[in-house]
Structures are given as structure tokens and as C-alpha cells.
């Protein structure tokens, strides 16, 4: 999905004018992307003379980032709230079964979407 790096967005319209489904606005002098409204055409992506439209796998390692704090955050509550440090690692068996069915999903899904060819 795309994104706007709103360092290098000039605000100069003209992802607005060419987005086919006008998902595209202006919010504090930068563009933003609608991706209620987006249909990931990537139009945006190659008419943006700035570079500001970037591709979300960018953001993977923030992505991954993200889940790690987030498992940690919560294997503290459950120690927290359930009693003891134990409950930690239970919570991240709980966590990597969360994210391996996420991958799971994925993989199934990309393998529907082949067959859509």
C-alpha cells in the first residue's frame, strides 16, 4: 500500500489530480492517502516527481519493530496481571501462534490471488 513521506512532499497536487478515485487530499500542506478509498493502481507512485509516494514494504522493518514491542509490552501485562514471570512465556507462545497464523493467512491468500490469473 502506499504511503506518503511527508519529508519529501512538496504539496504539489499532482498525485490529487492524476488519482483516478480521488484518494488523494492535501492535510497540513502534504498529501494523504485514503486507503479506504485507495484501489492500489500505483499511479501516485509514478507520477510523483518528488519520490514522496513510497511502497509500504519500506516500512517492513518498522513493521517488524512494532510487533516485537508490542509482544513485549503485553508479555509484561500478563506477568503483570496473571501473576508471575511465567505467564510471560506463555504469552509469547500465544504471540507466535498469533503471527504465525497471520503468516498462514497470507500464504493461503497469495495462493487464491495465483488463481485469479
Known sequence: MPWIDEEKCTGCNICIKKCSV?????????????????????ICHSVCPE??????SEKIPDDVKANVEKTKGFMELCAKHLGD?????KCLIRMKKYFNKEKIVA???????????
Open 51 to 56: 519520490e514522496a509516494v513510497r511502497h509500504d
Open 85 to 89: 514471570d511465567k505467564e510471560k512465556d
Open 22 to 42: 480521488n484518494a488523494i487530499t492535501i492535510e497540513g500542506e502534504k498529501a494523504k492517502i485514503n486507503m479506504e478509498e485507495c484501489i492500489r493502481c500505483g
Open 107 to 117: 500464504v493461503k491468500t497469495l495462493d487464491e490471488l495465483e488463481k485469479l490469473k
